[in-house]
């Protein structure tokens, strides 16, 4: 089992929607949690942090599912710029990245 | 905030040829650096990491060393190339403002072995 797997994808969808998707990691130990957006051909950036009490950034949500052991990305009111690549990086003594999950947001 | 270069941007190379490629900071002092190796369509994977000066850990066995000469340089290097060295090569250290838990990326080099 990979430390963390996610849905590769696309999700292909509608400007304005709401998409989700999660990521699951097999380390109980994980301390820290982030999503990272990377467009193409160009490197990752951190999107933002993922808390236990989940946290939100304008229209992108995260959460921690401790007990399940998986985080999750919600993007509202989806536009084009959304197109890319979100990676789910898990962190315990080091850090891991997904190999990421592509959205395609259509006009 | 720290400044990352990396060069060149993009190589070509054939199959047995000498790989070089450069990772600089700015706006940092004695930070820890790594490298990183994206492979098409997988995520990325840690090569090497530093702590300081001639201080370099290796996270995986391959055909690839890595360097670092001063406090900000980072070097990649191979003598022979192989068709599974292509990818998409990041150098990264923890951003000086922010979680440092968390990576900061250069660039990157596109690097594709022919």
């Known amino acids: 089992r990979k430390e963390v797997e996610q849905d590769p994808g696309p999700f292909n969808v509608p400007e304005g929607a709401t998409v989700a998707f999660n990521c699951t990691y097999s380390?109980?130990?994980?301390?820290?949690f982030f999503w990272y957006r990377q467009d193409c051909r160009k490197e990752p950036k951190l999107l933002m942090s993922v808390y236990s009490s989940g946290n939100e950034d304008g229209r992108f949500t995260a959460q921690l599912n401790r007990a399940s052991q998986y985080i999750s990305l919600l993007i509202r009111d989806s536009k084009l710029s959304d197109s890319a690549t979100y990676l789910c990086?898990?962190?315990?003594?080091?850090?891991?990245f997904g190999s990421g999950t592509r959205l395609s947001i259509r006009p | 905030s720290q400044t990352i270069h990396q060069w060149p941007a993009t190589l070509v190379q054939p199959v047995g040829s000498p790989l070089s490629l450069e990772c600089t900071v700015e706006g940092t002092s004695n930070p820890n650096l790594y490298w990183y190796r994206q492979a098409a369509g997988r995520g990325l994977q840690l090569l090497f990491y530093?702590?300081?000066?001639?201080?370099i850990s290796s996270e995986v066995p391959q055909n690839l060393s890595a360097s670092r000469p001063q406090d900000r340089q980072f070097i990649l290097s191979s003598k022979k190339l192989l068709l599974s060295d292509s990818g998409f090569y990041l150098c990264a250290c923890p951003p000086t403002s922010g979680r440092g838990d968390t990576q900061y990326f250069g660039p990157g080099t596109r690097l594709t072995v022919l």
């Open positions: 380390n109980s130990a994980s301390q820290s």
């Open positions: 530093s702590v300081g000066i001639g201080q």
């Open positions: 990086v898990v962190t315990s003594s080091k850090i891991i």
